[in-house]
Each structure stands twice: as C-alpha cells, then as structure tokens.
C-alpha cells in the first residue's frame, strides 16, 4: 500500500549543485504536482502535472524544472541549487478533488 | 490572488474541544478541505466540504462554514494527545484549475 513515494528523504547541497528528487505513484492518478514547504508559509505550488505528457508552472517555478516520465512518475530537478531553495519538498497525485502527499524530502542548501 | 489565512499555533487539554479557525478570500472556492501533517510525514486529508454546504460531521470532527464570511472551522470533539499535529486550511475553486491554495497551518498542542 506505498501511495506516493519520494526519494530522497533528505539531502544537503552546496550552492551550484544540481540534483533531482524522484516521486512515484501506484494510484493510477493522472495529476501529479510538486509543492515548498516553509516556516509559517502555506504550501506552494511549484509544478504539476495534470496528466502524462503535460506539465505547468504553478506558483513558484523559478530555479525548478520537472519531468513527467510516464503515468507513475513526476521528477522536480534543481539545476543550480541556491540557498533559497533549502526547504521540504512533497510531491502529491491526485484523484478528483482530493489530494494524496508523499512523505516529503528535507533539502538543505549550504 | 486567492490567500488563506489561519492561527499558527492552539493549545488545549486532553479531553476538551479544539476550535482550529481559517479565513479565505476566494469567493469562488468550490471545495474547502482540512489537512493533517503528523512529524515527519506529509498531509493527509481529513475532511473536506463542498461550498454549498454549511456543516459536515464525521465522528469526532465538525467542519463549520461561513460563505458569506468567508470563514472555515475545523471542530476536533474529545481532543486526544494523538490529534497533536499541525492542521492546514485549503481552498480550490472553480478558477483556479488544477491549483489548491494552503493555509500557513495550525500548530495544535494537546496537554495531557
């Protein structure tokens, strides 16, 4: 019963850096979105993806870039970390108007 | 643009009621939902209303809402220590496509 499933769960970078985190979903769910979580802020948009072949920039997309690899699979890459970016990052899929969240990545940008 | 507001923090005894309070500006919000992130874990959904609803009860939760206010409250009934969690406020309305806006969050502490 895996749900949605992000790797890595934490990760430190130093500034210039690039990396990818990786999400998976084993819900059939055609949309996918990826999300920032910060101190006394909301949940941002960064990406979705509303269904397999499509992606749109959401709130928050500077800096990001994703790939929606097939119906499963939504990746977020940083292509040149900065320390702006140090935050918790939730991918999440959905089905009709409810939303299901993986367990999230600490990043850390030094 | 679209904004959802909520307390960051509540503290109440074991056994007593919760009253967590959220404020949103969409008035064309469809769905109004209540989220809970336990440490370390990501959101999951505990209930959500349809905006032509007034009142939705589910065991030991009670969802208020005000539309002509624009104001959300989520009931917790029996507050138990394993209710301690954060507790987010969120909105999607019919404009807003694909895009759901999250409250900042409600640090709730229960004090056994």
């Known amino acids: 019963n895996a749900g949605v499933t992000q790797t890595p769960k934490f990760q430190v970078l130093k500034t210039g850096q690039s990396m990818t985190l990786q999400c998976a979903q084993d819900m059939n769910h055609n949309s996918m979105y990826w999300y920032r979580q910060d101190p006394g802020m909301g949940l941002r948009l960064i990406y979705y993806?509303?269904?397999?072949?499509?992606?749109d920039k959401g709130e928050v997309p500077n800096g990001y870039n994703v790939s929606r690899l097939n119906k499963r699979e939504f990746s977020l890459r940083l292509e040149s970390a900065a320390p702006s970016q140090t935050s918790v990052y939730f991918c999440a899929s959905s089905r009709g108007e409810k939303l299901f969240f993986g367990s999230g990545t600490q990043l850390s940008v030094l | 643009g679209e904004d959802v507001e909520q307390s960051l923090f509540l503290s109440v005894r074991e056994g007593d009621s919760s009253v967590i309070n959220c404020t949103y500006t969409?008035?064309?919000?469809?769905?109004l939902y209540w989220y809970k992130q336990e440490p370390g874990a990501g959101l999951q959904l505990l209930t959500y209303?349809?905006?032509?609803?007034d009142m939705k009860q589910d065991q030991r939760l009670t969802v208020l809402l005000n539309k002509k206010d624009k104001h959300l409250s989520l009931r917790i009934a029996d507050t138990q220590t394993g209710d301690s969690a954060i507790y987010f406020c969120?909105?999607?309305?019919?404009?807003?496509?694909?895009?759901?806006?999250f409250g900042a969050g409600t640090r709730l502490f229960v004090k056994a």
């Open positions: 993806s509303a269904s397999e072949g499509t992606t």
């Open positions: 969409d008035s064309s919000s469809t769905y």
């Open positions: 969120a909105e999607k309305g019919d404009t807003g496509g694909f895009k759901t806006i």
């Open positions: 209303i349809f905006s032509n609803m």
